[in-house]
C-alpha cells in the first residue's frame, strides 16, 4: 500500500481557553477527494490553517507522503506541495492576474524574464484544466468564480500536489460551482488530492470519495461518500439527529398584504436596481424570492422596510400607500405597522456585534413604552425580555449581558429573528436566514418561519441557497437584473427552469 | 533679457537644491507607506538625522561619516516606528507622531549638553560638509556671462547628494516596479493576507521597508544640516517632514508624481524667498509673512482642491493579524 498523501497525528491547538483542535488524526490518499465537514466552529479550518502553516499547532505531527514535516510557515506547506485557496479570497486587487500568481514564487530578484515565463506555463496549465483567465486583467474587475480560479492557478502555478479548498462554494453560483467541480475531478484524477472544507452536505455527496466529519474540534466520524446519506452526515456533525426536511402543511394563503405596482429603486448612484416589479403578498404564505446575488433582491427588500427610497411605482400594505420610504422615519413607521425585517447581513444591519444581546434584542423597539419610560430605559424590563427571547428561541448560552458578536453564527440570527417575529407581525421580510448558521440552527429557524406563517403572517423569504427557497416557500419568484423573470407555485418548482430563470431566460413557461 | 534668463536659472537650481530633502522623505514615507506603516514621522526621522550627521561630522571633520551618522540615526528612528507598527500592533500615527516630538526634544538637550550653544552644533569647516561647486572667483567676481554662470551652477554647481539624490528616483523606481521585492512591497501593502499566504514574511517584508524608509530620510536630514547647511539648528527641518507627506499624499504614493510634486512645493519656496520685498504697483509691498506662507497655501489649495482621490494603500495603518 501506498504511503498517505497527508497523515495527521494527534493535532491539538487552543486559542486561549478555545480548545480549537482536539488530537486531531486523520488520513487523506493520493488521488482522493476528501471532504471535510463540520458545523462553524467545528475546528474544520483551523486544522487545515495548520497543515498550511498558517497557524501553529500546540502539539501533533503532519506528514505528508510519509515523511514527518515541519510546517512553520506557509512556504514550508507550499515547499512540501502544499496550496490552499481560502474562504475569503487573498489576492491583490490592485495587482493584475498574472503578478498575483507569481508573487512569492518569482523566481529571480528582476521580474521581467521571469513573467514571460510564468504567463507561457500558465497558458497551459489554464488550458489543461480550463481555467479561463485573463492574466493581464486586474483583479479588482473580477468576478467571484474568476478570483477563485486565479486562487486554483497560484497553487497550480506553485506545484501543489494536495489542494485544500474552504467553503469555496459559498460565493459561486450553481453553474461555477459545477465547473469547480470538474476541476477537482480532473486534479483527483491526475493522482493528486483535494481536501475541501464545507457544510454543504449535497457537495459533499456531489463530489468527495471519503468524508471526515468533526464535532466541537475533534474528528467523530470517517466515511466512505458511496455509504453516506445527507440525513447521516447531518447526524454527526450535529450529534442528534436532525431532519432535514421541513415538515409543513400546505399554506392556505389569505388576501393581499403587501401589494407592489410597477416598482423601481434606484441605487444612490442612480443605477436601476429593481426595474418595474409588480407583486402581491398574501397573508399565509411564504414567498420565496431567488436569484444570483445582486440581481435586486436585497434593493427590493431594503426598499419595502423602508431602507432604500423608490423611484417609482407603489408599495401597498394592507391597502395603505407607504410613500416614498428612504428616511429613519419610514422604517420606524412601517415597523410599528407590523413590519418585520430580519436582514440580510446580521453583522451589518441586523446586531451590533459590540452591545449586549440585551441591548439588541431591543434594537428598533427602544421606544417601546414597556422598554421605555419616556426618558430613561427600564433596565430590569428590558433584560427580562432577553431572557425570555432566549428561552423561547434557544439562543445559547442563554447570558443576556454577553456580547452580540460573541454568539455563534446560529445563536445571532436567532437573537434577531426572535425580535422581529415575538410581535407577531403580519409582514414578515427574512433575507439569507441561514447564512453561517449552524445545521441544528437551521432546522429550528426553518420550523419557526413556517410557525409563523401559519399563524397567518404573509412572509418574503430571500436566500442565496436555492434548496432553502425550495424547501420553504409556498410560491417561488425569481429575479434577474432587478425583474422578476418567473413566478411559480413552489410544488411544481423544477430546479432546470429555475436555473434558466436566475441566468435571465425570459421565456416564462405557459 | 538675460536678466530674466540668469533669475530663472537661478530660481529652478534654488528649486532644486529645495527640492532634493522634501523628495528623499516623501520617497522614504512612500515605502514606509506602500508596505502599509503610516509614517507621520518623516519629520522626525530627518531632524534627529540632521543632528546625528551634523555632530558626526564635527567631531570626525569627515562629511562621509556625517552621513553615514545620519542615515544610521534614521534606520534607528524608523525601527523604533517599525517595531511599534510591527511587533506591538501600536496605532502608527501615535507612534510616528512620538518620533517627531521625541526628535525635536533629544535633539536640542543633546546638543545643549555636548556644545552649549543654544541647541546648536559647533559651525562646520567646509571640509566637513557636502559643497557644490561655485563657478565665481574667490572674491565673488566672475569673468563668465551670469546667465552661462546661473547656468553652469544648475547643471554642474551642486553638491555630491543632490546628484545621488536625483539617480536615486529612476533607482527606486525599478526597485518599486521591475524587482521581486518591489512587488512584495506594493503587495504587503495592499493586503498582508495574500503575502502570508504566498509564503512570504510579512513582518520581515515590513521592517525591510521601514530601514529603506530610514535611510531616505537618513539622507534627507543630512542633506539639510551638512549640505545645505553647516551645522545643526534647532527645529531645522521646519515642517519639511510634514510637507514631503503631503507630497506624497498629492502624488498619489506613486514615486514619479510625487518627486513632481516636490520639485511644485520647492519651486513655491524658492519663489517667496525672491518675492520678498516685491512691490505690487497700487498696493505696495506685501508684508513678508504673507509671501512665506505662499508654499504652505499652495500645500493646502493643492491637497484640498486639485489632488482629486487619493486613495492610500489598503492596508496601510492597519496591524497585521491572522485572521483565525
Not at chain 1, 113 to 124: I, P
Not at chain 2, 53 to 71: C, E, F, R
Request: aromatic share 6%; hydrophobic share 50%.
Amino acid at each position: 500500500m501506498t504511503e498517505p498523501a497527508l497523515e495527521l497525528i494527534g493535532i491539538d491547538k487552543h486559542f486561549g481557553s478555545n480548545h480549537a483542535n482536539k488530537s486531531v488524526s486523520f488520513r487523506v490518499q493520493r488521488g482522493e477527494v476528501l471532504g471535510l465537514i463540520g458545523e462553524n466552529g467545528a475546528g474544520k479550518s483551523t486544522v487545515m490553517n495548520m497543515v498550511f502553516g498558517y497557524l501553529k499547532a500546540d502539539h501533533g505531527q503532519i506528514l505528508v507522503h510519509g515523511h514527518e514535516v515541519d510546517i512553520k510557515v506557509p512556504a514550508d506547506a507550499i515547499a512540501h506541495g502544499i496550496g490552499m485557496v481560502h474562504q475569503h479570497f487573498k489576492l491583490v486587487d490592485t495587482f493584475s492576474v498574472l503578478e498575483n500568481i507569481i508573487l512569492g514564487s518569482e523566481g529571480a530578484f528582476q521580474l521581467a524574464d521571469r513573467l514571460a515565463l510564468a504567463r507561457g506555463e500558465l497558458a497551459e496549465l489554464s488550458k489543461a484544466f480550463g481555467l479561463n483567465v485573463d492574466l493581464d486583467a486586474l483583479v479588482s474587475g473580477l468576478s467571484v468564480g474568476d478570483k477563485q480560479k486565479v486562487e486554483i492557478l497560484k497553487a497550480l502555478y506553485r506545484k501543489a500536489d494536495i489542494l485544500i479548498l474552504d467553503e469555496p462554494t459559498a460565493v459561486l453560483t450553481p453553474d461555477e460551482t459545477r465547473h469547480l467541480f470538474d476541476i477537482l475531478r480532473q486534479w483527483r484524477d491526475q493522482g493528486r488530492t483535494v481536501i475541501l472544507i464545507t457544510h454543504k452536505l449535497k457537495e459533499v455527496l456531489a463530489v468527495t470519495d471519503r468524508v471526515i466529519v468533526m464535532r466541537r474540534g475533534a474528528v467523530v466520524a470517517d466515511l466512505d461518500t458511496a455509504h453516506c446519506t445527507a440525513e447521516g452526515l447531518a447526524e454527526h456533525m450535529v450529534g442528534r439527529p436532525v431532519i432535514l426536511q421541513v415538515s409543513k402543511s400546505v399554506a392556505v394563503p389569505g388576501g393581499d398584504v403587501v401589494t407592489l405596482e410597477h416598482l423601481s429603486v434606484n441605487d444612490s448612484d442612480g443605477i436601476p436596481r429593481v426595474r418595474d416589479v409588480s407583486l402581491s403578498l398574501r397573508a399565509g404564505e411564504i414567498t420565496g424570492l431567488a436569484g444570483v446575488s445582486g440581481n435586486g433582491q436585497s434593493e427590493l427588500i431594503e426598499a419595502i422596510a423602508g431602507l432604500m427610497p423608490i423611484s417609482h411605482g407603489t408599495i401597498r400594505f394592507r391597502g395603505q400607500d407607504l410613500g416614498l420610504g428612504g428616511s429613519a422615519e419610514s422604517v420606524r413607521k412601517r415597523r410599528e405597522m407590523g413590519i418585520a425585517h430580519v436582514p440580510e447581513d446580521r453583522l451589518v444591519r441586523g446586531l451590533i456585534a459590540e452591545l449586549s444581546a440585551r441591548d439588541n434584542a431591543i434594537l428598533g423597539r427602544q421606544n417601546d413604552p414597556s422598554f421605555n419610560n419616556r426618558n430613561f430605559l427600564r433596565p430590569s424590563a428590558i433584560l427580562n425580555h432577553c431572557r425570555s427571547l432566549m428561552a423561547s428561541f434557544d439562543v445559547r448560552p442563554s447570558r443576556p449581558m454577553q456580547a452580540g458578536g460573541h454568539f455563534s453564527g446560529g445563536n445571532q440570527q436567532k437573537i434577531v429573528l426572535g425580535r422581529e417575529m415575538e410581535n407577531a407581525p403580519a409582514f414578515l421580510i427574512v433575507g439569507q436566514p441561514t447564512r453561517g448558521v449552524d445545521i441544528g440552527a437551521i432546522e429550528f429557524i426553518h420550523k419557526r418561519i413556517v410557525a409563523l406563517r401559519d399563524q397567518g403572517a404573509a412572509i418574503l423569504l430571500v436566500s442565496a441557497e436555492l434548496d432553502e427557497i425550495l424547501m420553504l416557500s409556498d410560491r417561488v419568484i425569481v429575479m434577474s437584473q432587478g425583474a422578476i423573470m418567473g413566478d411559480i407555485p413552489a410544488s411544481q418548482a423544477d430546479e432546470r427552469q429555475i436555473g434558466l430563470w436566475m441566468a435571465g431566460d425570459h421565456k416564462v413557461a405557459a | 533679457m538675460d536678466d530674466f534668463i540668469t533669475v530663472s536659472l537661478a530660481l529652478a537650481a534654488g528649486s532644486l537644491r529645495l527640492a532634493i530633502p522634501l523628495m528623499l522623505g516623501a520617497l522614504g514615507g512612500l515605502f514606509s507607506e506602500r508596505a502599509g506603516i503610516v509614517d507621520v514621522g518623516i519629520e522626525g526621522k530627518m531632524l534627529i538625522s540632521a543632528f546625528a550627521s551634523a555632530a558626526v561630522a564635527h567631531a570626525t571633520n569627515s562629511p562621509w561619516a556625517g552621513l553615514a551618522a545620519g542615515l544610521g540615526a534614521g534606520i534607528v528612528f524608523a525601527l523604533i516606528h517599525g517595531v511599534g507598527a510591527i511587533a506591538f500592533r501600536g496605532n502608527q500615527v501615535v507612534s510616528g507622531m512620538a518620533l517627531n516630538i521625541l526628535a525635536a526634544g533629544l535633539t536640542v538637550t543633546i546638543a545643549a549638553a555636548l556644545y552649549s550653544q543654544g541647541g546648536r552644533t559647533p559651525q562646520l569647516p567646509d571640509a566637513a560638509r557636502f559643497r557644490g561647486t561655485s563657478f565665481a572667483a574667490a572674491d565673488g567676481t566672475s569673468q563668465l556671462d551670469p546667465a552661462l554662470r546661473a547656468l553652469f551652477e544648475l547643471v554642474a554647481g551642486h553638491n555630491i547628494l543632490v546628484y545621488l539624490s536625483l539617480v536615486l528616483v529612476p533607482a527606486l523606481v525599478w526597485l518599486v516596479h521591475k524587482t521581486r521585492f518591489g512587488l512584495r512591497l506594493r503587495a504587503v501593502g495592499e493586503n498582508p493576507e495574500a503575502v502570508d499566504t504566498a509564503g512570504i514574511q510579512v513582518a520581515t517584508l515590513r521592517y525591510q521597508a521601514s530601514i529603506i524608509s530610514g535611510l531616505l530620510c537618513g539622507l534627507a536630514g543630512t542633506y539639510i544640516a551638512i549640505a545645505q547647511s553647516a551645522s545643526f539648528v534647532p527645529n531645522m527641518t521646519a515642517g519639511k517632514g510634514y510637507l514631503a507627506l503631503a507630497a506624497l499624499i498629492f502624488g498619489k504614493w506613486r514615486i514619479w508624481p510625487t518627486f513632481f510634486a516636490c520639485l511644485l512645493f520647492a519651486f513655491a519656496d524658492a519663489a517667496q524667498s525672491r518675492l520678498q520685498g516685491l512691490n505690487i504697483p497700487g498696493i505696495g509691498a506685501i508684508p513678508v509673512q504673507f509671501i512665506q506662507a505662499l508654499p504652505y497655501v499652495l500645500t493646502l489649495v493643492l491637497l484640498a482642491g486639485l489632488v482629486g482621490r487619493a486613495i492610500p494603500p489598503k492596508a496601510s495603518g492597519v496591524p497585521y493579524v491572522k485572521e483565525r
